[in-house]
């Protein structure tokens, strides 16, 4: 995602949930001075990042060091049509 992205998802999401937007490259491990969250959304991400499902494993790997013991982290399917 880029900048504006964020900033208009935390604009709809921010008057009735608890947002905090991060802008980073999924295939790189997460700052750990972010501590955790409940949950996680990479929408429209994994499928544009190069290489196969080997590669883009990182993303799940370095995403789950941030999420709460009960955290969700929500990676919609990508149909690869339309």
Known sequence: MNANSLKHSYRRLSPRYDVRTVE???LDPVPSNLGSFDSVGVNYVVHCLPGGWREKGAVFQNLAGVLAADGVLSVPQF???G
Request: no cysteine.
């Open 24 to 26: 980073a490259n999924v």
């Open 79 to 81: 149909s690869g049509r």
